[in-house]
């Protein structure tokens, strides 16, 4: 492998090209965010500096708001948490009976989305109407429903089951790859199952699960679908409810949601500085130089209890919210209760044909995921090349450039990119170029993860043989590295679209009339009021979405990972 100083004119120049695009995408708009706080003028019109906006959030409603998200998003976090590192450890872990149908039962919620799911959760726990609480108060005379999903009780539910796969996927990977011979030490000197659990595994565990739990954290914190369904009608107003109400108004204060957005991103960036520190000073060798397998620990008769609990979470997570947004995508009006002589495809005739913005909004949505995912998967691959392959400088700072989008919420990160590109003299703002940039920037992350899980399964041996029998760099490329990639780069692609597909967070700020896209088109048809119609919009995106990645594991035969 060349070191730094032998890297051609050519190489360097990449090298360079990659890590300017980066800065671009990523500390620019961060910059601009910063900018347009400390201004007085609307993005791109004339103004001075000032501290107004911050001295603003001393106001109740917005230190009261960032106040909420704080502690909501960490309930909810913790609440993902539960019950992703439960689910992870029993089918990782113990002798359970399908394991592999709950493991992938398990992150169904991810074709769903938060938003989906807080529609789904109003149709099952809404006071009025919800079919739970009506059906519930007429089989034991209740004078008044046993749940209120329009609560921080509510929020909290619905964030945290919606992520929870987040948190299921980062620590099964872990877990299966962890030595098994340190839980059978531990249970040689006389531990039980669940005290290794506790006293071996767990901490073994801790870097997966800090990590997932930020992850969490920050989805949760930055997640707008699931507060704007449920807390305005009971006057519950996150952070990012604040910044879209300062928007959706006229005029839009865009500088004091900058002020909002900048707030948000401190407190995420002390959160991963904070898991850094705390990570930095232990060591967590979990894989052994040998081949192993994860001991299975026998529940014995425990076992009917554990499987009736994967299958409850499966079912509250999962079943349940699927079943309502069909109960109500396929009723004319909806009372609380199921009807057969309400069902019809109306809702699916009117979304299709009638409501002019979805035929344009599935076309946007197919043309920027598509493309924007293709874009994204082959600057992900130059990147994991260089921070794996090339010792140089630049490679560290182009790996904590291209990971950093993780911890910047996607509001932030749309309010980032609004500023920045009305100052570009070019027919970006308003495109869905823009929105393409804010997919690509948002998720970058997780592409390079999904491509550099399989490079470094590559040896470097193989590009050296070629570069040592004097085949180019392009040819050692196509030829040597890609068709080894393929699998990696496959996975990247699905994961990416899937993303771009359901992304609702930065297009809200983003899109501008004629360029809507499904979650925009979604969230205006609830917004209206139109809830069964908003059902059967819905369920038409988790279909694309649920369609895409069956047709891709149909096509590569193997399975694959969202995170």
Known sequence: ????????????????????????????????????????????????????????????????????????????????????????????????????????????????????????????????RGILNVYLMGLFGLTAPPFNIYSYGGIIWVLGLFHSPVVFLFCTGALKNMDPALEEAARVVGLG???????????????????????????????????????????????????????????????????????????????????????????????SGKGHRAARIALGRWRPWVEAYCWLTIAVSSLLPYAALVIMGLSRVWTGKIELAQISLENFHWVLFKYPMTIRAIQNTFLVSGIGATVCVLFVALIAYIVHRVPHPLARVLDYLS???????????????????????????GSLLILGIAYVTRYMPYGVRAVSSVLLQIHPELEEAGRVLGI???????????????????????????????????????????????????????????????????????????AVLFAFQRLSRSSVSVV
């Not at 704007?228 to 910044?243: A, C, E, K, Q």
């Not at 979604?522 to 009021?529: A, K, R, S, Y």
């Open 1 to 128: 492998m060349k070191t730094g100083s032998q890297l051609g004119l050519i190489e360097r120049a990449v090298l360079a090209l990659v890590a300017l695009v980066c800065v671009f995408l990523v500390v620019v708009p961060m910059g601009m965010l910063l900018f347009g706080s400390f201004r007085t003028g609307a993005p791109g019109a004339p103004g001075v500096f000032t501290l107004k906006h911050y001295l603003r959030l001393a106001e109740p409603r917005f230190w009261r708001a960032l106040l909420d998200t704080v502690w909501v998003a960490a309930l909810a976090a913790v609440l993902a948490g539960v019950v992703g590192i439960s689910l992870a450890w029993i089918v990782s872990r113990t002798d359970i009976r399908r394991g592999r149908l709950i493991e992938i039962m398990a992150v169904v919620p991810f074709l769903l989305t938060p938003f989906l799911g807080a529609l789904a959760w109003v149709l099952l726990a809404s006071p009025e």
């Open 193 to 287: 199952p669940g005290r290794a659990a506790l006293k071996i595994t767990l901490p073994l565990v801790l870097p997966s699960i800090l990590s997932a739990f930020l992850l969490a954290f920050v989805l949760c914190a930055e997640n707008f679908g699931v507060p704007s369904v449920l807390g305005p009608p009971s006057n519950i107003y996150l952070t990012t409810s604040r910044m879209f109400e300062l928007t959706a108004v006229f005029p839009a204060n865009y500088n004091m949601a900058s002020a909002l957005s900048a707030m948000l991103l401190l407190l995420v960036v002390t959160l991963v500085f904070l898991q850094r520190r705390v990570l930095g000073r232990r060591q967590f060798i979990t894989v």
């Open 403 to 429: 990971t950093a989008p993780v911890a910047i919420p996607g509001l932030v990160m749309g309010v980032g990119l609004l500023w920045t590109y009305v100052y570009v003299p070019m027919a970006i703002y």
């Open 472 to 546: 180019s760099a392009f040819r050692r490329w196509s030829r040597i590295l890609l068709p080894l990639l393929r699998p990696g780069l496959a996975a990247a692609w699905v994961t990416l679209f899937a993303f771009f597909f359901r992304e609702l967070s930065a297009s809200i700020f983003l899109y501008s009339s004629g360029r809507e896209v499904i979650s925009v088109a979604l969230f205006d048809i609830w917004t209206e009021g139109l809830y069964v119609k908003a059902a059967a919009l819905g369920l038409i995106q988790a279909t694309i979405v649920l």
